[in-house]
């Protein structure tokens, strides 16, 4: 794992760009075309606004799988995550392809394998990624399911990350946000040729301090990104400020 930490966010959001954007050019190099996971939250505006500026990268030959998304919200729930990833991605450079999640499908389980199936033959490049208050990858809230090979599953959003999303403003009260949601597997992410990680300020300094210095658990969903061979995570002096062991001493 490389860990860069950067003074500001904007700085932490700009570094992972560079880095996304090089990765994707050397699979389209490489391959013909590019195949990428995209996360979203407030820890990703400055990353994905610094990559949708980059048009050096071939969009049309790229392909966008989505992370996760909350069961029961409409396609145009300004909460939603479709919403999001319309605004500040899919318009913005128009990937070649689209996989987005169907949150408010009638079955979840049945939305689960059609996701699934498009896999089929698929490998990812890189998937972007963050990590929440409670240490959760994707929407894995601990502890997470570190063992099931499905690529898609339906899970129980724990009160912290709900109250995360109440924090950062997507709903007015908590009783709004949902309770279930439709998240890519911890083993489906980690299957990824590169992960790009991007978690800046201070109300993510508790939990970056147990997933890169606690035991690798799934009380701690995101440590286990110690595991993957390529890994490029970016913290801000905020999210650093809890390490012992900061990368450069």
Request: charge should be negative.
């Amino acid at each position: 794992m490389e860990i860069q930490i950067l003074e500001t966010k904007k700085g932490c959001g700009v570094a992972a760009a560079d880095k996304a954007a090089e990765v994707l050019k050397e699979a389209i190099a490489a391959r013909g075309s590019a195949c990428f996971v995209s996360a979203t939250g407030e820890s990703q505006f400055e990353f994905l606004r610094a990559l949708t500026g980059k048009r050096s990268i071939d969009w049309g030959r790229t392909t966008m799988f989505h992370l996760d998304e909350y069961i029961g919200l409409p396609e145009d729930h300004p909460a939603g995550f479709r919403f999001y990833l319309r605004e500040r991605l899919i318009d913005p450079v128009k990937p070649g392809e689209v996989h987005l999640i169907r949150g408010d499908a009638d079955d979840p389980y049945a939305e689960c394998r059609r996701l699934s199936t498009l896999f089929s033959g698929k490998s990812i490049d890189v998937s972007f990624v963050g990590i929440g208050e409670n240490g959760h990858l994707a929407f894995n809230d601990p502890p997470a399911d570190f063992e099931t090979e499905e690529p898609y599953i339906v899970v129980e959003l724990d009160e912290a990350c709900r109250r995360q999303q109440l924090g950062e403003g997507w709903f007015a009260s908590l009783e709004e946000v949902p309770g279930r949601a439709i998240s890519m597997s911890i083993r489906q992410i980690m299957k990824s040729r590169t992960i790009i990680c991007t978690v800046p300020d201070k109300r993510k300094a508790e939990a970056m301090k147990h997933c890169l210095e606690g035991e690798i658990s799934a009380y701690h969903p995101a440590s286990i990104l110690r595991r993957h061979s390529s890994v490029f995570m970016y913290l801000d002096r905020d999210s650093a400020s809890l390490l012992e062991n900061k990368p450069g001493r």
